[in-house]
Structures are given as structure tokens and as C-alpha cells.
């Protein structure tokens, strides 16, 4: 699965415009990344939890040239350790029980009651 076909699968689930799923998208994305940057770690109960992780340097091997060593320097990475509700799905190839809610549009109003008036009067203001 790719980017987009995530973005219209989660509209799908949800409701919400493929626009705004992009925007929060990207806004999660961003923010995960940043978090990582500084350090931090960010955890998704059950699903898993992303942190950035020291390696230490090390000597390798040139794949081009067998017998020549090369040395790899130390290094931040980050890396993902997979919860347990996220282990069971994969395991028993069953979906994660999520518990969506309905989502409601901004512009529905909760009650139908009264009638939304019109900012505009027939009166000009002066400035």
C-alpha cells in the first residue's frame, strides 16, 4: 500500500475528505519525524512505537571489493518496535479491532433547531 491508496482507504473508513485525510496525514507524518529528530520517542498503544536508536561504528566490508574493509560510522537510525495488538493482526491475518467513531461534519449542525442568519444587513457601516 502507498500513500495515496492509504489516503482513500482511510477516507473511505472514516468520511472525511481524501483532502483532509492528506493534510492529517502529513501533519502526523511531520510531527513523528520531528519528535524522532529531537529524541523522543512516539508510541501508538497497540499498534507500536517509533524511537531513534544509536549505532555504533563499526568495520564492514566493501561489497565491490571483498577483501578491502571499510569503516561505518556511528549513526542515529530510527526504528520501530510493533505492539501487541499490531503482532496478533499480523499473526492471525484478522483485522485489529479499532473502535471508529461516526465523524460528523463541521458544516451539519448537532440540533436542526432555528434557522442560521445572515451576517449581512441592509445597513452600511462606515469605517
Request: glycine residues 8%; hydrophobic residues 35%.
Amino acid at each position: 500500500m502507498n500513500k495515496s491508496e492509504l489516503v482513500n482507504a482511510v477516507a473511505k473508513t472514516t468520511g472525511l475528505s481524501k483532502a483532509d485525510v492528506d493534510r492529517s496525514l502529513k501533519g502526523i507524518l511531520y510531527n513523528v519525524s520531528a519528535a524522532l529528530s529531537r529524541g523522543e520517542k512516539v508510541t501508538f498503544v497497540g499498534f507500536g512505537t517509533f524511537e531513534r536508536r544509536d549505532r555504533k561504528a563499526r568495520m564492514g566490508v566493501n561489497p565491490q571489493r571483498p577483501t578491502e574493509k571499510i569503516k561505518i560510522p556511528a549513526k542515529k537510525a530510527p526504528a520501530f518496535s510493533a505492539g501487541s495488538e499490531l503482532k496478533a493482526a499480523v499473526a492471525s491475518g484478522r483485522l485489529p479491532k479499532l473502535a471508529l467513531e461516526p465523524v460528523k461534519s463541521p458544516m451539519m449542525k448537532a440540533s436542526g433547531k432555528g434557522k442560521s442568519k445572515s451576517k449581512k444587513s441592509g445597513k452600511k457601516r462606515s469605517r
